[in-house]
């Protein structure tokens, strides 16, 4: 076809008008560009209105993931907050409300909701709250509530921050649970064993100088009038002495009982394990000369415990391998540690007579002798001793053995804490 008088083409793809002058071809690419803008418009709506759906989707999965939320926090005992990024506190639940009678508006400001906490943990918590704002780390801690009615009562408050993928909070969720039975009960116990303790120290203490009498006059009986007694008399007189000297170990093992129970938790220092065992070996140097005994160690960490309770433990540990030794074997004691997580696992190993299953536990309680034949010195109070030391110092002891003459290995943890361990 000839062209118009401008001269131009109708273009079907590009949708350029036609100026051949054919008026069913211009009709046609009309025809397929209207189409296509149908399609395009088609395709456009039908996109929207699926993002509508899923918008309204994920609406109303928030509203029934909210409103469960929202039930749970009102069925459960403890009290619920719910907080922005920076702390602002958007809900409460109705127990906190009950227990406190402040509202979200009242509890939402800061003056009101220092008064609902004790005076003494004010500082705290605003310091450890304001940390976890500016890290994100777990708020926690305990601390004395104000009801109502103005009696305080103890909560462990916990909060922690939910984050997006990029790691950013997006709230902070806190639980605040009733422990106050619970400290209370704590406290109870603290003070009974207080009381038991001072007890102790104090009957123990008072007890020594009436039978060191007995002892010494007991031996000056022996010496001046000894020769004048029948055997029967001598029998008795010996029961006497010994009962004497054996009452007076017992009375100095309750004694350092009762001052090992008084330090439990205060750790001034850091304990150099290998110093404190080298001590505890000095003690025994006329034990371990006597009976030959073969001592040996590995490198052992410094770690945060008591370096006087150290040297106790690790002095009762050998001088009971040594005690309960083989009669044909020459007594040796190997003690080494190994890192466990965030704890010391110590090990000391013998190869003495061992113990039996059903006694492994038996062993360390209080005047807990598992030999009464009068073979074994002591008063079953050592390893007594030794469990209160590791369990006051946040660790645990335990004993292993093959059985009777196969040895036993005597195992205890204790915190690795912050101190610097020593290479294995």
């Given at each position: 076809?000839?062209?118009?008088?401008?001269?131009?083409?109708?273009?079907?793809?590009?949708?350029?008008?036609?100026?051949?002058?054919d008026?069913?071809?211009?009709?046609?690419a009309?025809?397929?560009?209207?189409?296509?803008?149908?399609?395009?418009?088609?395709?456009?709506?039908?996109?929207?209105?699926?993002?509508?759906?899923?918008?309204?989707?994920t609406?109303?999965?928030?509203?029934?993931?909210?409103?469960?939320?929202?039930?749970?926090?009102e069925?459960?005992?403890?009290?619920?907050?719910?907080?922005?990024?920076?702390?602002?506190?958007?809900?409460?639940?109705?127990?906190?409300?009950?227990?406190?009678?402040?509202?979200?508006?009242?509890?939402?400001?800061?003056?009101?909701?220092?008064?609902?906490?004790?005076?003494?943990?004010?500082?705290?918590?605003?310091?450890?709250?304001?940390?976890?704002?500016?890290?994100?780390?777990?708020?926690?801690?305990?601390?004395?509530?104000?009801?109502?009615?103005?009696?305080?009562?103890?909560?462990?408050?916990?909060?922690?921050?939910?984050?997006?993928?990029?790691?950013?909070?997006?709230?902070?969720?806190?639980?605040?649970?009733?422990?106050?039975?619970?400290?209370?009960s704590?406290?109870?116990?603290?003070?009974?064993?207080?009381?038991l303790?001072?007890?102790?120290?104090?009957?123990?203490?008072?007890?020594?100088?009436?039978?060191?009498?007995?002892?010494?006059?007991?031996?000056?009986?022996?010496?001046?009038?000894?020769q004048?007694?029948?055997?029967?008399?001598?029998?008795f007189?010996?029961?006497?002495?010994?009962?004497?000297?054996?009452?007076?170990?017992?009375?100095?093992?309750?004694?350092?009982?009762?001052?090992?129970?008084?330090?439990?938790?205060a750790?001034?220092?850091?304990?150099?394990?290998?110093?404190?065992?080298?001590?505890?070996?000095?003690?025994?140097?006329?034990?371990?000369?006597?009976?030959?005994?073969?001592?040996?160690?590995?490198?052992?960490?410094?770690?945060?415990?008591?370096?006087?309770?150290?040297?106790?433990?690790?002095?009762?540990?050998?001088?009971?391998?040594?005690?309960?030794?083989?009669?044909?074997?020459?007594?040796?004691?190997?003690?080494?540690?190994?890192?466990?997580?965030?704890?010391?696992?110590?090990?000391?190993?013998?190869?003495?007579?061992?113990?039996?299953?059903?006694?492994?536990?038996?062993?360390f309680?209080?005047?807990?002798?598992?030999?009464?034949?009068?073979?074994?010195?002591?008063?079953?109070?050592?390893?007594?001793?030794?469990?209160?030391?590791v369990?006051?110092?946040?660790?645990?002891?335990?004993?292993?053995?093959?059985?009777?003459?196969?040895?036993?290995i005597?195992?205890?943890?204790?915190?690795?804490?912050?101190?610097?361990?020593?290479?294995?």
């Amino acid at each position: 076809m000839q062209s118009s008088a401008s001269g131009n083409q109708y273009d079907a793809e590009s949708g350029a008008g036609d100026k051949t002058g054919d008026p069913r071809r211009t009709l046609r690419a009309m025809l397929v560009r209207q189409h296509e803008l149908i399609e395009e418009a088609e395709l456009a709506r039908r996109n929207l209105l699926a993002e509508i759906a899923e918008r309204k989707r994920t609406e109303d999965a928030l509203r029934e993931s909210e409103a469960r939320f929202r039930e749970l926090a009102e069925v459960g005992p403890q009290f619920i907050w719910v907080s922005q990024p920076d702390g602002t506190l958007e809900y409460v639940n109705q127990r906190w409300i009950g227990y406190s009678g402040l509202d979200l508006s009242a509890t939402s400001d800061f003056r009101q909701l220092a008064r609902a906490v004790h005076p003494e943990d004010q500082l705290e918590m605003t310091a450890c709250w304001g940390k976890s704002l500016a890290t994100g780390e777990l708020f926690e801690m305990e601390a004395r509530l104000r009801r109502a009615d103005g009696v305080y009562r103890w909560f462990m408050i916990r909060s922690v921050a939910a984050t997006d993928e990029p790691g950013c909070v997006t709230k902070w969720f806190a639980v605040s649970t009733d422990i106050h039975e619970q400290k209370q009960s704590q406290e109870k116990l603290r003070r009974a064993n207080r009381d038991l303790e001072q007890f102790a120290y104090s009957a123990s203490h008072d007890l020594q100088e009436p039978i060191r009498n007995v002892a010494v006059y007991g031996e000056l009986l022996s010496k001046r009038y000894g020769q004048e007694l029948d055997a029967t008399g001598k029998e008795f007189l010996a029961f006497m002495t010994s009962g004497a000297k054996r009452m007076e170990m017992l009375v100095k093992d309750l004694l350092a009982y009762a001052q090992s129970a008084s330090m439990d938790g205060a750790v001034a220092e850091t304990a150099d394990a290998t110093v404190a065992l080298e001590k505890a070996l000095s003690n025994l140097v006329a034990v371990i000369r006597e009976n030959d005994a073969e001592i040996s160690y590995g490198t052992l960490p410094s770690l945060p415990v008591c370096a006087v309770q150290m040297q106790q433990l690790f002095q009762n540990l050998i001088g009971n391998a040594i005690k309960y030794r083989k009669d044909d074997e020459r007594p040796r004691v190997h003690i080494m540690a190994e890192r466990s997580g965030v704890q010391w696992l110590f090990s000391v190993r013998d190869n003495g007579i061992g113990i039996a299953s059903e006694y492994r536990e038996r062993v360390f309680g209080i005047f807990k002798r598992l030999h009464s034949d009068g073979k074994y010195s002591g008063t079953g109070m050592g390893l007594a001793i030794c469990q209160r030391i590791v369990e006051g110092s946040g660790g645990r002891i335990w004993v292993e053995s093959a059985g009777a003459g196969m040895g036993s290995i005597f195992h205890f943890t204790l915190p690795a804490g912050t101190a610097m361990a020593a290479e294995d």
